[in-house]
């Protein structure tokens, strides 16, 4: 094989390569992916088994604490259908009623149950709280 | 905006305008081209690629003494480069063979 | 004096479009002045800038509230260290500083190249002062970090209690540094394509930016994930979370540029791939700055208005099709000199160190923005988490490592198949020799964990095995001592051996980081005064509870009214480990609605976290007390019906006397990580190896001599 023919079969050969690695990591992200839903949607939406992540401001007066479980509802930014969830894991500190959170959560019957330490919670309003705040995934 | 703040303003607007304008007023009076005696860009561009060949030569000295060589292909790479480098100072004779002697940057 | 401020940025606005003007104009009409004039505008943005900064940084050590930014992030009780910092976590004040960090880093590379590559200096101090005046003008129409409002509120909102911890407060200048440091590489690249000079000279002056912006950017992500580990309540350093990815992305790209640089200084080959690399970096420095001052992806650095959101799309446009515009129409120029001499190369193996940095990139590239990208392919927003992220990144990283403990071992051009076999053989032991010994220790049922360490094992003895033959070399040429030859030897060949130091940082780093995620033990305990309970092999006792009250007591000084928290007590079979003290500090919210007393306490709470770091391991503890606990809200409710002004402050008294006399039980989060101090002590080994690699050589005789006469010499030497 002369030189020039070498090269180009390592080049077909490595793009080949980053072709397949590409079109794998493609194909598992959509697979992988928790859909981010509001609390409306989720309720028309959610299959048991599937993990989506819910995005919304807790409802006031529906935070307690049972031991090591927290319970507390997620309702649409805008106002509106309210879910109740029970997360345990890391709770960070900004979390709070009114408070936009993030939480992945899995539908199990009728209740709706949070992934351990995926809450997240957005740091409050305006920019003023700079680059802050906690990443409960571990 | 009282006067203390607009003569402020005023003033950094003069240190502007003059550290801008320097090299304008400058050449309006009748100085040299800024980049008069300077050496010029191929020169330049040879004198950097020279010392990165001549980095390569003792790099490939480096090599071959801590084992990474057999003497026969550390001479054949020697050769190549040392050949590489004569054809770089080639060039920069070349160059400066035109002008004076610019000196080295 | 907010006006003086304002008027520094429309100044600053005139003399970018002025230096882009007269750079432009003196490259394009060889009228070296107006190039001349236009890098001066660079150092007038700088002072120009600097007296804007000096403005608002007063203003907030003043407590000028009439500044709108000082109203919204500072206040009277802010400690003094938080207030001068405070300038930069707000939107405008944070811009105000990206720009006058770019203005000065521009001024510095400016200077230094003001005797050598004059058009392409004046294409870049163009590109520059394009950055600078979107910045400016950014500040001037929608964030304007002057305004006023009259009369002056007599208080302010406050610091975020989260950022008051001193390592948050210098990773914004870092991180920004190093961001701003990408854009210098990016203009000199743009320069170079646009003035057809993209040569040795280039490749020269470039490494040096390229280097800086690959320092500052690294030391900001390490200082962001310390401070994550050691301040925030997660207790983890890394979280694939969208603004971290952000700014590691342009430090990957900008490693692999370090790497590929020197084949092009050698062979002349990868020039297509470099610019490529240099525009990339600077692209992806500004979209990391748009992803965190932008709403656009849901994260907790998500904020910012979204009337950022559009001028950053439309800049981060123009940089990518302006780039790949420029790559295409400059082709011939950057075409190959040579070719791949032989695979088994050190070249071939800086490629493959290329392939796998950018296959790095792609894949956090894609994990970043996939709620973007899936919404636009098929309508619905989705993210990925760090599972995703952990599967991908974790193999090429094992990759990475590898190749650079196979690298030294490698010639340069082409490398002897016998040699290099016999050469392998040690490092090949030290891995083996770890392996066996870690199966034996019985860490077999962590396979990933497992690799790195071999991996890393690998590293060092290929490095080992490097510096110790170094030093025979130097004994035998100049026989001097070990220790004097070793100097001598990292000295004489500091790109060489100050690279091997980084790569055995990087091993460090990543055994750190191997051993602390694969065996960490992490619990969420409930636990009450005396109580204890066991998480693996620790036994962990809740001793006794803690309160203190602001100022005297508040050791960290950030300005919490009141602090609640426990001692608790660590042993492992038996012998006593650590004692940590984590508490929770409550600060003063300005919302009446919580009453009078309910509002001393009311702000965002902040935990303070304790931990015992060690060689070997870190214990590692956070306490979210019961604040909700009705001995303490009677006590609230009954100041807020009663006390009003200074005498709420003796409500706190009260509340931490109760909380010491009949402390609820509390929810403490507790890790156990292995071997976590040597991320950083890893990433200290990384950035000194980098600085001696970088260092300049005494190599100035040359330049004293005359040409000729050097030229004539030369030839002798070439000849020898």
């Known amino acids: ?138 | 905006m009282n006067v203390v703040v607009f003569v402020l303003i005023l003033a950094l607007l003069a240190l502007v305008v003059a550290i801008v304008g320097a090299p304008l007023r400058r050449r309006a009076h009748g100085a040299a081209p800024a980049d008069e005696g300077l050496e010029s860009p191929l020169e330049a561009d040879l004198a950097a690629a020279r010392d990165a060949k001549y980095q390569e030569i003792r790099d490939a000295e480096m090599d071959y003494r801590t084992g990474k060589l057999s003497l026969e292909d550390y001479e054949a790479v020697d050769a190549g480069l040392r050949a590489e480098a004569i054809e770089i100072l080639d060039r920069i004779e070349r160059a400066e063979g035109g002008g004076g002697p610019g000196p080295e940057a | 004096m907010a006006s003086l401020g304002f008027a520094c940025l429309l100044l600053a606005l005139a003399v970018c479009v002025y230096g882009i003007g007269a750079s432009i104009y003196g490259v394009r009409s060889g009228r070296v002045e107006f190039s001349e004039s236009g890098r001066r505008a660079v150092y007038a943005l700088a002072a120009i800038l600097t007296v804007a900064f000096a403005v608002l940084e007063i203003a907030f050590l003043r407590n000028d509230f009439g500044f709108n930014t000082v109203a919204d992030t500072s206040s009277r009780t802010t400690p003094g260290f938080y207030r001068a910092a405070a300038v930069w976590s707000s939107q405008e004040g944070s811009l105000l500083l990206w720009a006058w960090l770019l203005s000065m880093w521009s001024s510095l590379a400016l200077f230094l190249t003001r005797r050598r590559m004059r058009d392409v200096a004046a294409y870049a101090t163009a590109v520059l002062l394009g950055f600078g005046g979107f910045f400016v003008a950014l500040m001037v129409f929608y964030a304007n970090p002057f305004a006023t409002t009259r009369p002056a509120p007599a208080e302010g909102a406050g610091l975020d209690p989260l950022l008051r911890f001193p390592t948050m407060m210098i990773h914004p200048p870092m991180l920004y540094s190093g961001y701003t440091l990408c854009t210098i590489p990016f203009a000199f690249g743009i320069g170079a394509l646009l003035a057809r000079r993209v040569d040795a000279e280039w490749i020269k002056a470039i490494r040096r930016f390229a280097f800086a912006a690959w320092l500052f950017l690294g030391v900001g992500i390490l200082l962001g994930a310390r401070w994550s580990y050691s301040e925030l309540g997660w207790g983890g350093y890394w979280g694939w979370d969208a603004v971290e990815n952000a700014s590691l992305m342009p430090w990957l790209t900008g490693t692999a540029f370090l790497h590929s640089l020197m084949i092009q200084e050698k062979r002349g080959m990868l020039k297509v791939w470099n610019v490529s690399l240099v525009l990339a970096t600077g692209t992806l420095a500004v979209m990391g700055t748009f992803l965190v001052r932008s709403g656009v992806l849901n994260s907790i650095h998500a904020f910012g208005g979204a009337t950022l959101g559009v001028p950053f799309v439309v800049l981060i446009g123009v940089l990518i099709a302006g780039s790949i515009y420029l790559v295409v129409s400059r082709r011939d120029m950057l075409r190959s000199e040579h070719r791949l001499d032989s695979l088994l190369s050190r070249e071939a193996m800086f490629i493959a160190n290329n392939l796998v940095l950018v296959g790095l990139c792609f894949v956090i590239f894609w994990g970043t923005y996939f709620p973007l990208i899936s919404e636009a392919l098929t309508g619905q927003e989705a993210s990925v988490g760090p599972p995703w992220f952990d599967r991908y990144t974790v193999p090429l990283a094992l990759v990475l490592v590898l190749l650079s403990g196979i690298g030294p071992v490698i010639a340069w051009r082409r490398a002897t198949l016998a040699n290099a076999r016999r050469n392998f053989l040690m490092p090949v032991c030290t891995a083996l020799i770890a392996l066996v010994v870690l199966l034996v220790a019985g860490i077999g049922d962590k396979p990933l964990a497992l690799a790195m360490f071999c991996c890393a094992a690998f590293v060092f003895g290929s490095v080992a095995q490097e510096f110790v033959r170094g030093t025979r070399v130097r004994r035998a040429i100049a026989g001097e001592s070990p220790p004097r030859a070793l100097l001598s030897l990292v000295r004489r060949n500091r790109r060489r051996y100050g690279g091997y130091i980084v790569h055995v940082g990087m091993a460090v780093l990543f055994i750190g980081v191997a051993a602390s995620s694969s065996f960490q033990h992490a619990s969420e305990l409930s636990l009450s005064p005396g109580q204890s309970t066991r998480v693996g092999a620790y036994t962990v006792r809740y001793v006794r509870p803690t309160a203190s009250l602001t100022p005297a007591y508040d050791r960290a000084h950030t300005g919490s009214t009141l602090a609640l928290g426990a001692e608790v007590d660590v042993s492992r079979h038996g012998r006593h480990v650590a004692t940590l003290q984590p508490s929770e500090g409550y600060y003063a919210s300005q919302d009446p609605s919580q009453g009078s007393v309910g509002s001393l306490i009311g702000g965002q709470p902040v935990s303070h976290v304790s931990m015992d770091a060690g060689v070997t391991r870190d214990v590692w503890s956070a306490i979210a007390p019961n604040i909700e606990a009705p001995v303490l809200q009677r006590i609230i409710k009954a100041g807020n019906a009663d006390l009003t002004g200074e005498d709420t402050l003796v409500a706190l008294g009260y509340l931490a006397r109760a909380y010491l006399k009949s402390p609820p039980p509390a929810q403490f989060h507790f890790i156990v990580s292995p071997l976590v101090m040597w991320i950083w002590v890893g990433g200290l080994i990384v950035f000194g190896g980098g600085l001696i690699a970088v260092w300049p050589a005494p190599s100035t005789v040359r330049r004293r001599v005359g040409a000729r006469a050097g030229a004539r010499r030369d030839r002798a030497l070439a000849r020898a």
């Open chain 1, 1 to 138: 094989m002369t030189p020039a023919r070498k090269r180009t079969v390592r080049l077909v050969v490595a793009l080949s390569a980053a072709v397949v690695l590409a079109t794998a990591l493609i194909y598992t992200s959509f697979s992988a992916a928790s859909p981010a839903l509001s609390p409306s949607q989720l309720v028309r939406q959610a299959q048991p088994g599937r993990s989506y992540q819910v995005t919304g401001t807790v409802a006031p007066g529906s935070v307690h604490r049972a031991g090591e479980v927290l319970n507390f509802s997620v309702e649409d930014r805008a106002g509106g259908t309210k879910i109740p969830l029970s997360y345990t894991g890391t709770v960070p500190d900004p979390f709070q009623e009114g408070r936009e959170v993030i939480v992945t959560v899995q539908r199990q019957g009728s209740a709706f149950v949070g992934e351990r330490n995926s809450l997240i919670t957005k740091c409050p309003s305006k920019y003023k709280t700079a680059p802050a705040g906690e990443n409960q995934n571990s």
